[in-house]
């Protein structure tokens, strides 16, 4: 009597147990048909070099990292040298003392400062760096194995580090045509005669749903599920 009892608990659980070993079976086969994560991917933005068109000296800087600036908001005054071209000046703001007044070009956060007052910098050389706030979007990288199952359009869940693991939505905007090695400063071709098959992977644009993108971190690591069914 009780032996069939216990014959019986145990015929019980084992039962349950193949069910819940069929049903995440059954959940994992729908998962990998219907969707595509990964974690190799990142916050990406412009990030825009603010600088002077000739040589100048640093005389006042106007902003510190982490400040937000508006487009044409001043960032910091310079000084150009005596008999410095006055073509140099176009596009920046001159003073009636001879400084140069340098202007963000976008609305965003200054990410760096580059130099200080008193500094001298060269043409091109940057002051400060702008992350433009206008243009987020999130790089991910994706095997070559599994690109053909991306399609522009496509529903994307974004898992953000940076904000405690909250997520937002977007969707897949463009895939790159070429893999991210092509772009790579080392040649991906070999040519010993010795050669491993690596997979490589394949760069896709995705674009936020009227999500506030200041509250992102270019370069920060993301994690994505991709809608592919």
């Known amino acids: 009597m009780v032996s069939n009892r216990k014959g019986k608990i ?14 995440l079976v059954v959940f994992l086969i729908y998962q990998g048909s219907n969707y595509l994560s990964t974690d190799n991917a990142r916050v990406a933005a412009p990030l825009i070099g603010v600088s002077s068109v000739g040589g100048c000296q640093v005389l006042d800087l106007k902003v510190d990292i982490g400040s937000y600036v508006k487009k044409g908001q001043v960032v910091a005054s310079v000084g150009m040298p005596r008999g410095t071209d006055t073509a140099l000046r176009e596009g920046m703001r001159a003073s009636p003392l001879g400084n140069v007044s340098i202007e963000s070009p976008v609305n965003g956060y200054v990410a760096a400062v580059w130099s200080y007052p008193g500094a001298l910098i060269g043409a091109g ?38 904000l405690g693991g909250k997520t937002v939505t977007g969707s897949v905007d463009g895939i790159a045509p070429a893999t991210a090695g092509t772009f790579s400063l080392l040649s991906q071709s070999n040519t ?10 394949v760069p896709i644009k995705i674009s936020l749903d009227g999500f506030e993108s200041g509250l992102l971190i270019p370069g920060s690591s993301v994690e994505v599920e991709i809608e592919t069914r």
């Open 10 to 23: 145990i015929l019980s659980a084992a039962i349950v147990v193949v069910i819940a070993i069929a049903g």
């Open 125 to 162: 050389q940057p002051i400060v760096t702008v992350y433009d706030t206008s243009n987020v979007w999130v790089q991910a990288n994706i095997e070559e194995t599994k690109i053909n199952r991306i399609k522009p359009g496509q529903k994307v869940k974004i898992t953000v580090d940076s």
């Open 192 to 201: 010993s005669g010795n050669f491993t098959k690596v997979v490589q992977v």
